[in-house]
């Protein structure tokens, strides 16, 4: 389904500040893969999402999705196979735009966009629905502006809007760290039933151990813009934040040591 | 008394210019608050704007066809500092400022067309001889001649447009690039190309009132647009500050940049009769469109620190 073939990126080349963040990275993820991406500060979980996103050019590789080449798709072409969360909450949505607005742009996701009205009514029903679905009180707040919404409640509102449009690969970059435990909780649920009831491959990099081996069916750990260990199946059901970190030192010769790797609350 | 009447009796003259700079504070807004662009090629594509409509009305053309045509060169300047900015990687103010420089040269040839030296700095128009759309000439009339009627129709029409244009899902956008790139992109929208849209729909409407404006006062000249930018920049704001709390739908908001132009004609009017010399205006412009934007600023600040003072009195007490 998705294919990464020996990329890697080369931040600010040449210059005392270059910095190699992705290094010769090669992954392959099944149709229906829930992989999550754990790694230390800098290990390139980030820049591998915003790579196969289309953030920036790759220096070398490819990446495929389908069997189709992307290397050479903009951003906003590759964004209509690819729903995204990021970290921040107000990277998500427009603040400025109202709920039901920033729900009818993703809709409209991949499609052509006319001289049609930005959104009709049968869609604005169909967004009540989808929201009360959410448990959050925001189908009585169709017309609010996103930015007037909590981290949580924007998180939630952004994975709505990346599955609205079934995308082929969802993306979650740290969506939870910016919230407090509890909001957090309630918006990895959201995801799990999300990424379920579609049936979505999906990348999921989290900085919490312990989030990183309850979800998903595969585990991959990065270091220094490599992948440094991919587990999965039943060795991913029993596995615990001791064998992780062991194996972790195992794998890239040095001890995990950093500040924000949360070994689990 | 005698400063009542000489204010009276300029009010229509500060209305009507105030109208036809409504317009331009319409493009202005598109950009600066819809687009989140500073775009400084208004002060070049209203001049622009001018030069092109006077040029072919007295070629014989119809002056609504004319205008017509100016918004067209207006869309064409847009559209260059549009590819400065994203496909050249031009930060937007300083794209705006190439094309602005680069119109200087434009405008004296579009004046200048036909004539032996090919550049000409002022085209002049005459009512007499023209049927022009609006002159000032009658603005003090009670009759059909009156610009002030067409004007407000016109706004009307336009800012209806407007309203329908940025409610479609082009416009929708459009809006979502200016809210929030990240995001637009994420959502499959080209925030290049909504980019440029936006920019050749500002300096459009901003050439539709370069050429009214050469029509109201009778001529085209290269310097019209001068600080055209600051003009429109106190008119949204004005028209923000007064009526944000109560304007809160689109086309409403648009309304406020044209009242906005007119509120500031008429304090100009106000502040030229209590002695105010002409020559002083642009420099109070500025400084009243500087205050305004750091008023804003202020504030924040303003609430930082007491917020900081209050948690510091907590502390205290608690560690008392």
């Known amino acids: ?265 | 008394m005698e400063f009542l009447q000489s204010l009276l009796n300029a009010l229509p003259g500060a209305v009507g210019q105030g109208l036809i700079w409504g317009i331009m504070a319409i493009g202005v807004y598109i950009t600066y608050r819809v687009l989140d662009v500073a775009d400084l090629t208004v002060d070049g594509s209203l001049a622009t704007g001018g030069a092109t409509c006077v040029l072919l009305t007295l070629g014989g053309m119809n002056v609504y066809l004319a205008m017509l045509c100016a918004v067209l060169a207006g869309m064409l300047a847009g559209l260059v500092t549009g590819l400065f900015h994203t496909r050249c990687g031009i930060p937007a103010i300083l794209a705006g400022i190439l094309t602005q420089l680069a119109l200087y040269s434009i405008n004296l040839r579009i004046m200048g067309w036909g004539t032996s030296a090919g550049t000409q700095a002022t085209l002049a128009i005459r009512v007499d001889n023209f049927d022009l759309a609006v002159s000032s000439r009658y603005i003090r009339e009670l009759s059909l001649n009156n610009p002030i009627p067409l004007l407000l129709l016109a706004i009307a029409l336009l800012i209806g447009l407007l309203y329908w244009f940025f409610g479609t899902e082009i416009g929708c956008a459009i809006r979502a690039t200016g809210a929030n790139r990240n995001m637009a992109r994420a959502q499959g929208i080209n925030t290049g190309r909504n980019t440029v849209l936006g920019l050749m729909i500002s300096n459009g409407l901003v050439a539709l009132s370069g050429a009214l404006l050469a029509q109201y006062q009778g001529s085209s000249t290269i310097d019209m647009g001068r600080g055209a930018i600051v003009i429109g920049l106190a008119a949204v704001i004005i028209g923000e500050v007064i009526f944000s709390k109560l304007f809160r739908n689109f086309a409403l908001k648009l309304l406020a940049c044209v009242i906005g132009s007119i509120i500031y004609y008429v304090v100009i009017q106000i502040v030229l009769r209590l002695g105010l010399d002409t020559n002083d205006l642009k420099l109070f412009t500025a400084l009243i469109v500087a205050i305004f934007l750091a008023i804003p600023y202020w504030k924040g600040q303003l609430s930082v620190r007491s917020k900081s003072r209050v948690n510091q009195a907590k502390e205290e007490k608690n560690n008392a």
Do not use: C
């Open chain 1, 1 to 265: 389904m998705l294919e990464l073939r020996h990329v890697s990126k080369t931040f600010h080349p040449g210059t005392v500040n270059a910095k190699t963040a992705l290094h010769d990275l090669s992954l392959t993820l099944n149709d229906g893969d829930f992989v999550t991406v754990i790694g230390g500060n800098g290990a390139g979980k980030s820049t591998m999402l915003n790579a196969i996103a289309g953030t920036f050019p790759i220096d070398t590789g490819a990446i495929l999705i389908d069997g189709k080449n992307i290397t050479g798709l903009p951003e906003h072409k590759r964004a209509s196979f690819i729903g995204r969360v990021f970290q921040d909450p107000m990277v998500g949505t427009a603040g400025s735009m109202g709920i039901e607005e920033n729900l009818a742009l993703a809709a409209r996701r991949g499609k052509h966009r006319g001289l049609r009205w930005g959104i009709s009514k049968i869609e604005r029903e169909d967004y009540r629905a989808l929201l009360a679905s959410l448990g959050l009180g925001l189908e009585n707040r169709l017309s609010t502006r996103a930015g007037l919404l909590s981290g949580g409640q924007r998180q939630a509102l952004t994975l709505l809007m990346a599955a609205l449009v079934q995308p082929k690969l969802l993306l979650l970059d740290e969506h939870t760290a910016a919230l407090d435990p509890k909001t957090a909780e309630k918006v990895l649920e959201l995801s799990d039933s999300i990424v379920s009831e579609n049936h979505l491959t999906t990348l999921m990099v989290t900085h919490n151990m312990r989030d990183a081996i309850a979800h998903g069916n595969r585990l991959i750990m990065m270091s220094e813009g490599e992948i440094v260990l991919d587990i999965s199946g039943e060795e991913k059901k029993r596995l615990t934040v001791e064998d992780l970190l062991e194996r972790f030192s195992a794998a890239a010769g040095t001890e995990l040591s950093n500040d924000r790797i949360l070994l689990g609350a």
